[in-house]
């Protein structure tokens, strides 16, 4: 059975969008997931599992132009911001307040709702991220560190660590499928957000943060992480050992106990 087909899920016919969701419902403490840029809701099975056994409230979408959720286009050439689209669903499932995690891509989306709607946000867990952050200091650390050549190449060499993907090759078959039917035709890698993240909007963040860094990422190392997470108000560090970029996936034990470990805190 796909892990689709495991999760089921239902639509959600929001402003702009049609909405593919998850929710496993109940009376837990919601908390929300928001999916790298190679992947979908597909890529969160093991955490949906873990988190709603902890006995929380698990939401998570596939953002528009991603697996299955498509623009509306009646609405425009606007392409809409993903914050947008959570805010909308959050409305439509009637959620107050939420613990909202995102990892790689999606901890973009994370700080830019996080900075826009701080009275919803219970805490906030970013993992394997830029940040998308545009200042100087930022831009040149990522420039430095880039791999010529390295985006031609398939997304797994860049994403999924070397020990994963020497042991785990029925793992990393998998991670290689939710991929390549992540992304719809025309959608572009980078989601959009409201406004820019940069260092000063992070930097009025209100929620308790846990930054999660993983000591074998190519692309955010703790090292580019810490340059930014600094500048939170309130954040906790915690590394992942042998993990690649797609932490979440290569180890969900350790990430999935970082994570409950934070959020029973808060």
């Not at 425009?76 to 959570?86: K, V």
């Amino acid at each position: 059975m796909s892990n689709e087909a495991a999760l089921g899920g239902a639509y959600a016919d929001l402003p702009g969008v049609r909405l593919w969701f998850f929710d496993t419902g109940g009376a837990g403490v919601p908390i929300v997931l928001l999916h790298p840029n190679t992947g979908t809701v597909a890529i969160w099975e093991p955490q949906i599992s873990a988190f709603a056994q902890a006995g929380y409230r698990v939401v998570a979408f596939d953002r528009r132009g991603w697996g299955k959720s498509t623009a509306d286009p009646a609405g425009g050439s606007e392409p809409g911001s993903i914050a947008d689209d959570l805010h909308a669903l959050a409305e439509h499932l009637k959620l107050d307040k939420f613990h909202l995690l995102g990892v790689a891509g999606g901890g973009f989306i994370a700080l830019d709702y996080a900075a826009w709607h701080p009275e919803r946000v219970r805490s906030l867990i970013v993992g394997a991220s830029t940040g998308a952050i545009e200042d100087k200091d930022v831009a040149d650390f990522i420039a430095r560190i880039a791999i010529p050549e390295i985006r031609k190449q398939s997304a797994h060499y860049r994403e999924i660590g070397a020990s994963y993907r020497g042991a785990n090759p029925e793992g990393t078959r998998r991670w290689i499928e939710i991929d390549d039917h992540a992304r719809q035709p025309g959608a572009g890698f980078q989601p959009p957000l409201r406004t820019p993240n940069t260092l000063a909007k992070i930097a009025t963040i209100p929620a308790p943060t846990l930054i999660i860094a993983a000591d074998a990422d190519l692309l955010a190392p703790p090292a580019l992480m810490r340059l930014w997470s600094r500048h939170l108000k309130d954040h906790e560090w915690a590394e992942i050992h042998d993990a690649g970029h797609a932490m979440a996936w290569e180890q969900p034990g350790a990430f999935n106990d970082k994570v409950l470990d934070f959020i029973r805190r808060h």
